[in-house]
């Protein structure tokens, strides 16, 4: 741990503004994502506050309905489209992905850079459509409510999330292929760290499925502002086929959001074990199956829409098919704990607490894909506990996970590992009392998107909104004390954890090259020694 | 994106490749990518026709005999040959010949605008005939609303397939600069190359939108 | 890695699908009962796939581009077969429907 002021790396190989906002490197770019994204995090949070303090009380007093849908529905935009989906891979996959394979950068550099711009002309239109008096359609802009009744800022929302788009077809466009040309001698698809097969996986789905939803938002806009009346009911137009649009990229881009954090829990499950994943193969591949099924099951958000039943069942049984894979990599994570010599660093804790509640999760979810039980718990707070178990229990996890894990990488200093340790705990705390009780909600019949509810919901509803401002506590602390490492923080050596992985043996932080020469791989990932002390 | 191509090489590669090999193929791979996310970008619209279509056949049919068969021939053969005269240009390019190159490039440029010319004789001829989608719509019948889908349809269609050729032009104009300053050999004409597959993609489109607008139910 | 294609073959293909354009249109005009739909239709797959194979020259590329364009496709299947699964099998129930 010798002090490496002397050394040039990418954090110091130039200053200025210039240098930053013109800047090709993927490392600077990536920390260009992670300034935006906890920016968008903060919004989003804000809006969720809103929606807990309301909820606070039976009677729709702190906010009016109407701007409770507008409250619900920008939670919702920026949560999912500017904070979870270019989360883990515009910020720790930029930064990690060329590293890990040996490469100097992505093989697209300035569309790189691109992708983030586009990324701020889209958050800017979303923005703007806020502060100038919001939108209240719900995330999933439903026609032809989004088309024809809401007299919000549909288009300008839209917009926005059309141009982010093409943020994600680029970043997922570059990895794929910096995946398949750029990787170092000898690191052949098999001797991948998980993480990259996680990402390459969600490159697939961001560049199949992100463009379905761009058309999808182009006929609405064409509708709502030119009256070709595609999914106008009026003209024998079917709102259901606007569903189907959507959901063919909303449903997989849950999985944009989950596979990305698996592959991070990999990383880290492997790294304080101290062993081999078990079964390599299968949690790589089971990346892709993921991948794959994602895009077959999309209809169960459509089953109680008078869609055909006979379909429903087909995606019924598609939806628990999609549990297989996901099942594999759980099994596998927790067969690698076995006998390993298991330590507790933060990242470690957020790893665990990943596998506990993407567990339930993902077997709500399975609730949630048999037809009957889904008929009685649609639009109930069921789903919306489901889906925050797999969004924030899930990726939100997996990515302060990694924030801890690579956080001597990226800034070269270490965090105070205690601070650390108490706030992963503290969300973890927070997120099951937020969010547990809404699984309670729903079930006895508490739906979604009201600002009132019935008085005897009230006690479950004061749980849930006191978890979320512990939750709240818990993630303000990483805030503070990341941005305090990064001036007081100790150096970091090159690889503090001890861990596998071509990116521990380059320097903290990288230089700008990434490697004095091209590294050449010799092993398989995860050649941790059987024997060795628990680090403290 | 195509920009981006045609403005990214300086150099005989960039710093993050080996070789100018692994920079073409790394840049051959990224456009067909590219075109992956096209063909489920214009999906959509596609299979938005295919349900309408088979809920409302008729309406359809009755529908599409507003539009010009003859035109419609025309542009196809017109596309087409742009796409042959695109294939030459790129195969020029790989022999290093830089006059035939730019003749071809300004070949395909014309005819893409006589396309898009046509096009919007054809556009102007439906807005006569009041045939815009929405409150100005003037076919008065039973299935009215069903007939407004399919103009939806066809002017989202073709104006996203027009949109893709704009785009193409802007992208050809950059290759003409670059090939009178002679920056294409046959070493190096990987933008020449990647736009070819690009537009070669747009005629594609065209040649399902033809049959599927112009031609169902024709007899 | 270029691979250079005789100008022959691009000719050829030209002609192919100039013959193909004019193929559709006459078929459009006779009546074929439900085969004109499949006849148009298989007419532009295999325009479609001479464009690729030849002007986009897939039939000279790496497994990889192979793959890429027929994942292309694949997923353009799924979206629909699995979309048109719902509307062609939603009146089977004899359901009273609004």
């Known amino acids: 741990m010798q002090a490496q002021e002397s050394r040039t790396n990418y954090l110091n190989a130039n200053y200025g503004i210039r240098s930053w906002l013109l800047t090709v490197d993927h490392k600077r770019i990536g920390l260009l994502y992670l300034g935006s994204v906890t920016f968008f995090f903060i919004i989003g ?77 889209g958050s800017s239109f979303t923005l703007y459509a806020m502060v100038t008096g919001g939108v209240d359609t719900g995330w999933t802009f439903y026609t032809p409510f989004s088309t024809s009744m809401s007299n919000t800022n549909v288009i300008p929302t839209a917009l926005g999330i059309f141009i982010n788009g093409f943020s994600s077809i680029l970043t997922g466009l570059n990895f794929i292929v910096t995946i398949h040309r750029m990787r170092a001698p000898g690191l052949t698809w098999f001797r991948l760290p998980l993480f990259v097969w996680a990402h390459y996986a969600t490159s697939l789905i961001m560049v199949l499925g992100t463009p379905v939803l761009a058309i999808t938002i182009i006929m609405v806009g064409l509708e709502r502002g030119f009256h070709l009346g595609i999914f106008d009911p009026a003209l024998g137009g079917d709102p259901l086929l606007f569903q189907h649009l959507f959901w063919f990229y909303s449903h997989p881009a849950v999985y944009i959001m989950i596979l990305p954090s698996m592959g991070v829990i990999s990383e880290v499950i492997t790294c304080f074990s101290r062993k081999r994943i078990f079964g390599y193969e299968f949690v ?13 099951v999309w209809a169960h958000h459509m089953f109680v829409t008078g869609m055909s ?98 956080w001597p990488k990226i800034s070269g200093r270490l965090y105070p590992e205690v601070w650390a340790r108490i706030a992963a705990v503290i969300i973890f705390l927070g997120f099951n009392l937020t969010f547990f009780p809404q699984f309670v909600l729903g079930y006895m019949g508490m739906p979604r998107r009201y600002h009132a509810y019935p008085d005897e919901f009230q006690v479950l509803n004061v749980m849930s909104t006191a978890g979320a401002s512990i939750l709240g506590v818990g993630y303000l602390l990483p805030l503070i004390y990341f941005a305090w490492s990064m ?3 100790p150096i970091a050596s090159s690889n503090p954890w001890r861990a596998a992985g071509l990116e521990w043996q380059t320097p903290s932080p990288p230089p700008t090259e990434n490697f004095e020469v091209t590294p050449i791989v010799t092993q398989e990932a995860y050649t941790y020694p059987v024997q060795e002390v628990t680090v403290g | 994106m195509a920009n981006a191509i045609a403005t990214a090489h300086e150099h005989a590669h960039q710093h993050q490749f080996d070789d100018a090999e692994q920079q073409h193929s790394a840049s051959s791979l990224g456009m067909w990518i590219f075109l992956a996310q096209e063909i489920m970008f214009f999906g959509g619209l596609f299979l938005a026709y295919l349900a309408y279509r088979t809920a409302y056949p008729h309406a359809f049919v009755t529908a599409s005999h507003h539009l010009d068969v003859q035109l419609g021939t025309i542009n196809t053969a017109v596309l087409i040959t742009s796409s042959l005269t695109m294939a030459l240009a790129v195969h020029s390019a790989q022999l290093g010949k830089q006059r035939l190159l730019l003749v071809f490039l300004v070949a395909t440029l014309v005819l893409g605008g006589i396309f898009l010319g046509i096009k919007s004789v054809e556009y102007s001829h439906k807005f006569h005939e009041g045939l815009i989608p929405g409150p100005f719509f003037s076919v008065v019948s039973g299935d009215s609303g069903q007939q407004q889908l399919f103009f939806s349809l066809y002017f989202a269609m073709t104006g996203m397939h027009a949109l893709h050729m704009i785009i193409g032009f802007v992208a050809i104009l950059f290759l003409i600069v670059y090939t009178l300053r002679g920056k294409y050999t046959a070493a190096y004409n990987t933008p020449v190359e990647l736009f070819g597959l690009y537009w070669h993609f747009v005629d594609i489109v065209w040649i399902f939108l033809f049959p599927l607008l112009y031609l169902f139910g024709r007899h | ?18 013959v193909l354009t004019g193929t559709t249109v006459w078929a459009a005009f006779q009546d074929f009962g439900v085969m004109n739909d499949v006849v148009a239709m298989a007419i532009a797959i ?17 497994r990889l581009t192979q793959l890429i364009v027929s994942t292309g496709i694949l997923f353009l299947m799924i979206l629909f077969v699995f979309t048109m699964a719902d509307p062609l099998t939603r009146g089977w ?5 609004p």
């Open chain 3, 1 to 18: 890695m270029h691979h250079i294609v005789p100008l022959r073959v691009y000719f050829t293909i030209f002609a192919a699908l100039i």
């Open chain 3, 93 to 97: 129930l004899p359901l009273p429907r």
């Open chain 1, 309 to 406: 039943v006979y379909a429903a069942m087909i995606f019924s049984f598609l939806s628990f098919a999609v549990a297989i894979p996901s099942a594999v990599k759980v099994f596998n994570w927790t067969a690698t704990l076995f006998k390993g010599s298991v330590s507790f660093e933060a990242p470690m804790i957020y790893a665990l607490g990943f596998i506990g509640l993407f567990t339930i999760g993902g077997l709500t979810g399975l609730f949630l894909s048999s037809l009957g039980v889904d008929v009685h718990v649609t639009d109930t707070y069921f789903v919306v506990a489901h889906f925050h178990y797999i969004m924030v229990g899930g990726a939100i996890m997996g990515y302060m996970a990694g924030l801890h894990f690579w």
């Open chain 1, 487 to 489: 001036r007081y923080g």
């Open chain 1, 284 to 296: 790589a591949i089971s990346s892709l199956a993921i991948a794959a099924l994602g895009f077959l």
């Open chain 3, 46 to 62: 295999t325009k479609a796939t001479l464009v690729v194979l030849f002007f986009m020259h897939v039939r000279y590329s790496d």
């Open chain 1, 45 to 121: 949070g804000l809006f969720a506050g809103a929606i807990r303090l309301e909820l606070l009380t039976p009677a729709g007093d702190l906010v009016e309905s109407d701007t409770y849908n507008k409250l619900f529905t920008m939670h919702g935009i920026i949560m999912v489209f500017f904070f979870l989906i270019p989360s883990i891979p515009s910020v720790l996959g930029n930064f990690l992905i060329p590293i890990m394979i040996g490469a100097r950068d992505l093989a697209f550099p300035r569309l790189n850079l691109l992708s983030w711009y586009i990324y701020l002309v």
